[in-house]
């Protein structure tokens, strides 16, 4: 039986936060928040893993009082949720980086936007005479953002430094530089995955770490003793393989539902924080059912 709602039971839920918990207007729902606010209040173990950076995510789960710490880049980077400082960081190997570098130099379809850490701050940086229509839609739906950073020359950063990379695009360009991409070493994570947000759009990207490790590692501080993960994409399938329970959402993709221990409702519908409602209930209540699927 889950021990969910008992104050002194160590289960640590952990959520995706775009196409899971969000809604499809990356809001969450009154809903939402009065069950993980409440749940975390009770003593309860939460945090999300997104790909977002933490200024992204912060903005968008700004309502939850989240006290441990969030996994933000896909697992490279961990952060404390009130002051925003990095806790963990995995940066990819320079060798890597500079490969991708090379692959992309020249190209007016493909230009990358590579993410390093300085003076413990993350920083998105590009080349400025460089805008391919990707990375001017990234520019477009940030601005004001206090992490862009302009470039004159990829020879302004150190390679050593970058933990994330990302390249938007239409899918062929994409496709054509991901079958160039050397195989990525042990801890290095490649996801190539169309926008939920914006049809048509693709994402491949690159990470020094996964979610897994993230997850795995924030279990064993807080002498956790089960691990729940909810999720929808395939970014969220490394994490799934180290939950004790891993539940997809009724719209997540096809090979997530097939990985999970159970379909829970969709994000529209609240799915996470039906089911931790739902489980909180059965918890006080022993005699009563278990929580409904999608």
Same mark, same amino acid.
């Given at each position: 039986?889950?021990?969910?709602?008992?104050?002194?039971?160590?289960?640590?839920?952990?959520?995706?936060?775009?196409?899971?918990?969000?809604?499809?207007?990356?809001?969450?729902?009154?809903?939402?928040?009065?069950?993980?606010?409440?749940?975390?209040?009770?003593?309860?173990?939460?945090?999300?893993?997104?790909?977002?950076?933490?200024?992204?995510?912060?903005?968008?789960?700004?309502?939850?009082?989240?006290?441990?710490?969030?996994?933000?880049?896909?697992?490279?980077?961990?952060?404390?949720?009130?002051?925003?400082?990095?806790?963990?960081?995995?940066?990819?190997?320079?060798?890597?980086?500079?490969?991708?570098?090379?692959?992309?130099?020249?190209?007016?379809?493909?230009?990358?936007?590579?993410?390093?850490?300085?003076?413990?701050?993350?920083?998105?940086?590009?080349?400025?005479?460089?805008?391919?229509?990707?990375?001017?839609?990234?520019?477009?739906?940030?601005?004001?953002?206090?992490?862009?950073?302009?470039?004159?020359?990829?020879?302004?950063?150190?390679?050593?430094?970058?933990?994330?990379?990302?390249?938007?695009?239409?899918?062929?360009?994409?496709?054509?530089?991901?079958?160039?991409?050397?195989?990525?070493?042990?801890?290095?994570?490649?996801?190539?995955?169309?926008?939920?947000?914006?049809?048509?759009?693709?994402?491949?990207?690159?990470?020094?770490?996964?979610? &897994?490790? $993230?997850?795995? #590692? =924030?279990?064993?501080?807080? *002498? @956790?003793?089960? !691990?729940?993960?909810?999720?929808? %994409?395939?970014?969220?399938?490394?994490?799934? &393989?180290? $939950?004790?329970? #891993? =539940?997809?959402?009724?719209? *997540? @993709?096809?090979? !997530?539902?097939?990985?999970?221990? %159970?379909?829970?409702?969709?994000?529209?519908?609240?799915?996470?924080?039906?089911?931790?409602?739902?489980?909180? *209930? @059965?918890?006080?209540?022993?005699?009563?059912?278990?929580?409904?699927?999608?």
């Amino acid at each position: 039986m889950s021990g969910l709602g008992h104050r002194r039971h160590r289960e640590l839920l952990v959520s995706d936060l775009d196409g899971t918990l969000l809604r499809h207007d990356t809001t969450l729902s009154a809903f939402t928040v009065s069950v993980i606010n409440g749940y975390i209040a009770d003593g309860g173990l939460f945090t999300y893993a997104t790909a977002r950076s933490y200024t992204s995510a912060a903005r968008v789960t700004a309502p939850l009082r989240l006290r441990l710490p969030v996994i933000t880049y896909g697992g490279a980077i961990v952060l404390d949720p009130v002051t925003g400082q990095p806790r963990q960081a995995q940066l990819l190997p320079a060798a890597l980086v500079e490969e991708v570098l090379r692959l992309t130099d020249g190209s007016r379809l493909v230009q990358p936007i590579l993410y390093v850490l300085r003076q413990g701050r993350d920083r998105a940086c590009w080349l400025a005479d460089r805008i391919t229509p990707g990375v001017a839609n990234f520019l477009r739906a940030r601005p004001g953002d206090p992490r862009l950073l302009p470039l004159s020359t990829w020879d302004d950063i150190d390679t050593a430094a970058v933990f994330f990379v990302s390249l938007i695009g239409d899918r062929q360009p994409l496709q054509e530089l991901f079958e160039q991409f050397p195989a990525a070493p042990d801890g290095c994570h490649v996801v190539f995955a169309e926008d939920i947000y914006s049809p048509g759009q693709w994402w491949l990207e690159l990470t020094s770490g996964t979610k &897994a490790t $993230a997850v795995a #590692a =924030l279990k064993a501080e807080l *002498a @956790a003793a089960t !691990v729940t993960c909810f999720g929808d %994409q395939l970014n969220d399938l490394p994490m799934f &393989a180290v $939950a004790d329970t #891993a =539940l997809a959402v009724a719209n *997540a @993709a096809p090979e !997530v539902r097939a990985a999970a221990t %159970q379909v829970i409702a969709a994000n529209t519908d609240d799915g996470v924080a039906q089911w931790i409602a739902a489980t909180s *209930a @059965a918890a006080s209540h022993p005699g009563g059912a278990d929580p409904v699927p999608a």
